[in-house]
C-alpha cells in the first residue's frame, strides 16, 4: 500500500506547546469525504474501503489531491484554557479539516494578501498536489463557534487552497489560546508569521483596534515587540487623511511608517489631493525615503514661489504705446495698474527707448510731472 505523505513542520512555535502526531496516527487516518456530521460508523466503512483497494491498480495519492477524498475532522469539543501546571495542548496533533469549518479571525497578524500571491500558492499547490506543511488552527470556544477553527497561520494557503477547489487542509490544532483575546491571539499571530512579515499598516491598524478595546499601550508594545516611540510611528499612520490613506491601504508594502511620514509633513503646505498624488507617484517610480523627501521639499518651494510671484504681478487697467519716428515704431509703453502694496492705489510704469535728440525734451516734461506730483 502506498506510504501517505507525512507533512513537514517548518517555523519554531512560541506560543503553547504545537507536537507533531506520531506518524502511526497519521497514517491510520482514513480516506473519506470530508463533510460535516461523519458518524463513527462510516468512518469504519470507509477505512475497510480503503485497505480492500488493490494496491496495483492504484496510483500514488498525495497528501492532498482534488477530487480526491481527504481525511476526516476530528473536531474536539470546545475545552477551557489550560491549567498553569499543563504544558502541552490536548489537541497538539495533525488533522485534516474542511475549508467550510476554518474561519478568518479578525486578529490575524496580516490583513493584506496580493491576489498576485494567492496564485502563486494555488498553482503550487496544483503542480505538487500536496501540502508541504500544515496550517496552525485555534478551535472556537463560543457556543456558535463549536466545530470551527480559526487560522492562525497559513491564511494564505487556505485561499490558495479555495480558488484550487480543494475541500480540507492538514492542520495542526492549538487549543491554548483563546480566539476570544484578541491581544492574546494577535500575539501568536504574529509569533507564527515566519513568511512575509506583516506590514506597518498591519501593525497599525491592529494596535488601534485593541487600544480602543481598552488595552493598556504597554500590552500592544508588548505584544507587538515595538518600543513606544515605534509604536506611536505606526499609529501616526492611521492620522492621515483618507485619500492618502487609500493609497497607503493598496500599497502598504511600499508604504511604510517612515514614508508616511514624509507623506504627512508635506500636507499643511501642499494640501491631502496633491500628497496623496505624490504617494502614487512614490509606487509608481520606487522612489526612496530621500528621494520623497527631497520631491516634497521641491514641490513645497515651487508651491512658495508662484505665490510670491503672483502676489507681486498687478493687474494693469491702462497702457498707451509710445511710438516715435515717421514710421511709428513702438518703442515703450506707458502702464498705470493697481498697487500690489495698497489698496486703493494705483502704479505707473514708463518705459521708452528713445533717439538722444528727443530724450532731453522728454526727460524734461517728465521732471516737470514729477515736481507736480510733489505739490
Avoid at 480558488?163 to 492538514?170: C, E, R, T, V, Y
Amino acid at each position: 500500500m502506498n506510504k501517505r505523505v507525512v507533512p513537514k513542520v517548518s517555523g519554531l512555535v512560541k506560543v503553547g506547546s504545537l507536537t507533531a502526531a506520531p506518524e502511526e496516527e497519521v497514517q491510520s487516518l482514513p480516506d473519506i469525504p470530508a463533510e460535516s456530521g461523519i458518524s463513527t460508523a462510516s468512518k469504519a466503512q470507509a477505512a475497510d474501503a480503503s485497505k480492500s483497494t488493490d494496491p496495483a491498480t492504484q496510483e500514488p495519492k498525495p497528501a492532498l489531491v482534488v477530487p480526491t477524498p481527504v481525511a476526516a475532522p476530528r473536531t474536539p469539543a470546545p475545552s477551557p484554557a489550560p491549567s498553569a501546571e499543563s504544558s502541552e495542548s490536548s489537541a497538539d496533533r495533525w488533522l485534516m479539516l474542511p475549508l467550510a469549518k476554518l474561519r478568518i479571525h479578525p486578529f490575524n497578524s496580516r490583513s493584506v494578501r496580493t491576489q498576485e500571491r494567492i496564485e502563486e500558492v494555488c498553482k503550487m499547490l496544483e503542480d505538487e498536489r500536496i501540502q508541504r506543511d500544515p496550517i496552525t488552527v485555534v478551535p472556537g470556544r463560543k457556543p456558535e463557534d463549536q466545530g470551527y477553527y480559526y487560522i492562525l497561520s497559513g491564511q494564505t494557503r487556505y485561499h490558495a487552497a479555495n480558488l484550487a477547489g480543494w475541500k480540507a487542509l492538514k492542520s495542526q490544532i492549538n487549543d491554548l489560546i483563546d480566539p476570544d483575546d484578541h491581544l492574546a491571539f494577535w500575539k501568536a499571530s504574529l509569533e507564527h508569521n515566519t513568511s512575509v512579515k506583516e506590514t506597518d499598516w498591519d501593525v497599525a491598524l491592529k494596535a488601534k483596534q485593541l487600544l480602543d478595546e481598552k488595552r493598556s499601550p504597554q500590552e500592544v508594545q508588548q505584544a507587538s515587540r515595538r518600543d513606544a516611540r515605534t509604536l506611536r510611528r505606526l499609529l501616526a499612520i492611521l492620522d492621515l487623511p483618507e485619500p492618502v490613506l487609500a493609497v497607503v491601504r493598496e500599497h502598504s508594502t511600499k508604504l511604510t511608517a517612515v514614508f508616511c511620514e514624509a507623506l504627512n509633513s508635506g500636507i499643511e503646505e501642499l494640501g491631502e489631493e496633491a500628497i496623496a498624488a505624490i504617494a502614487r507617484l512614490t509606487v509608481e517610480k520606487d522612489l526612496s525615503q530621500r528621494s520623497l523627501i527631497d520631491h516634497i521639499e521641491r514641490e513645497i518651494r515651487r508651491k512658495k514661489n508662484q505665490a510670491a510671484g503672483s502676489g507681486r504681478r498687478a493687474k494693469r487697467e491702462f497702457m498707451l504705446p509710445i511710438t516715435v519716428g515717421d514710421n511709428k515704431k513702438e518703442t515703450g509703453a506707458l502702464k498705470i495698474m493697481q498697487s500690489p502694496k495698497a489698496e486703493g492705489n494705483r502704479l505707473i510704469t514708463l518705459t521708452a527707448d528713445l533717439p538722444e535728440s528727443v530724450v532731453e525734451a522728454f526727460k524734461a516734461d517728465i521732471v516737470a510731472a514729477i515736481e507736480k506730483l510733489g505739490k
